[in-house]
């Protein structure tokens, strides 16, 4: 335990427990929101417009993200030098602009349902990486 500014003691450890735990929540209910934005659109895209959809799934990967970068803090990874965390993050950017195209910017439903069957790849992808600590390069 470390000495914080405030006076408090700081254990790193249980600060990265405490964001790891957070950050495994979020991924699983961006997974889980995703698929349901996905049904949603092929069987009643008309659902997609209530606000919890427009908004929840927002508020969810930004805490997603924002324990990611906590964890990367505190536990001392740097995506430069870490090569599974870089994986993470170019499959992280593949994912985003794959599921831009299944829930929006897709023409056709043809080019939606490849997206969308995309993206779930990319994120069984991060899990892997994830798990394994294998990247790509390094």
């Given at each position: 335990s470390v000495?914080h500014p405030?006076g408090?003691?700081?254990?790193?450890?249980?600060?990265?427990?405490a964001?790891?735990?957070?950050?495994l929540?979020c991924?699983?209910l961006?997974a889980?929101?995703?698929i349901?934005?996905?049904?949603?659109?092929?069987?009643?895209?008309?659902a997609l417009?209530a606000r919890?959809?427009?908004?929840?799934?927002h508020?969810?990967?930004?805490?997603?993200?924002?324990?990611g970068?906590?964890?990367?803090?505190?536990?001392?990874?740097?995506?430069?030098t870490t090569?599974?965390l870089a994986?993470?993050?170019?499959?992280?950017?593949?994912?985003i602009?794959?599921?831009?195209?299944?829930?929006?910017r897709?023409?056709t439903?043809?080019?939606r349902a490849?997206?969308?069957?995309?993206a779930?790849a990319?994120?069984?992808?991060i899990?892997?990486?994830?798990?394994?600590k294998?990247?790509w390069w390094?």
């Amino acid at each position: 335990s470390v000495a914080h500014p405030c006076g408090r003691r700081y254990d790193p450890a249980m600060s990265y427990l405490a964001l790891k735990h957070l950050h495994l929540t979020c991924a699983v209910l961006t997974a889980l929101a995703f698929i349901a934005r996905g049904l949603l659109l092929a069987t009643r895209p008309q659902a997609l417009n209530a606000r919890f959809w427009r908004v929840a799934p927002h508020v969810n990967d930004t805490l997603l993200l924002a324990a990611g970068v906590g964890m990367a803090v505190v536990g001392g990874f740097n995506p430069l030098t870490t090569p599974w965390l870089a994986t993470k993050l170019v499959l992280l950017l593949a994912y985003i602009g794959l599921g831009t195209l299944a829930l929006k910017r897709g023409k056709t439903p043809q080019q939606r349902a490849i997206a969308f069957v995309l993206a779930l790849a990319a994120l069984a992808a991060i899990v892997h990486v994830a798990l394994s600590k294998q990247g790509w390069w390094g």
